[in-house]
């Protein structure tokens, strides 16, 4: 996938600096520039009470075919993700884009000598609940993509959204990748009571 066929299909378009706050233009070029700041990333791990949120889901979620708390939570995060136009940007060749319709990629834990298999799920944003299931599900039990066959810009600018439901960890540092596009990461850790 190049450049333009990821604008169109994810409903990209250049941002203008120009029309963003001085302090925006100004953290814009300024945490990306290697000059400057070596890595932009911001780490933060969070321990979030979802007692609320779980009741919810159980309440008025969970008998849709295919539901999973998990996928409750990727679709919530998604939507809200959205909301806020920064977690739209991407830096792709040195110029910047908003997207306003970004695929989600995440790793399931298959076990084998696979051990993982990638995901990707497109207009989330467009789903109701209802069809975000199906399409959740089905994504994670047909998926026929290659562990590293992901084309790169595909990679790049998704959303990613991980899973490890078996690890209470209270600090947790993501790989950086080369392709440096300020894409947005989230791992969801052991859920335990707070």
């Not at 497109?122 to 994670?140: A, E, G, H, P, Q």
Request: hydrophobic share 40%.
């Amino acid at each position: 996938m190049d450049l333009q066929e990821a604008l169109e299909r994810y409903q990209g378009t250049k941002l203008n600096l120009d029309e963003l706050s001085k302090y925006q233009q100004w953290a814009f070029r300024y945490f990306h520039n290697e000059e400057f700041v070596l890595n932009p990333n911001l780490s933060v791990t969070i321990q979030l009470d979802l007692v609320k949120p779980r009741e919810v889901y159980e309440r008025s979620f969970q008998n849709a075919q295919g539901a999973s708390f998990q996928a409750y939570l990727m679709w919530n995060l998604v939507k809200a993700l959205s909301l806020e136009w920064t977690f739209c940007t991407r830096k792709i060749d040195r110029e910047w884009y908003l997207f306003k319709n970004l695929p989600v990629y995440f790793p399931v834990a298959v076990g084998g000598e696979d051990k993982f298999k990638d995901v990707v799920i497109n207009d989330i944003i467009l789903m109701d609940w209802t069809k975000f299931c199906r399409v959740y599900r089905d994504s994670i039990e047909n998926s026929n993509i290659d562990v590293g066959s992901l084309p790169p810009l595909t990679w790049g600018i998704s959303h990613f959204i991980g899973n490890l439901p078996y690890l209470n960890f209270t600090l947790f540092q993501m790989h950086s990748g080369v392709m440096k596009t300020s894409r947005s990461m989230f791992y969801f850790g052991q859920r335990h009571n707070l």
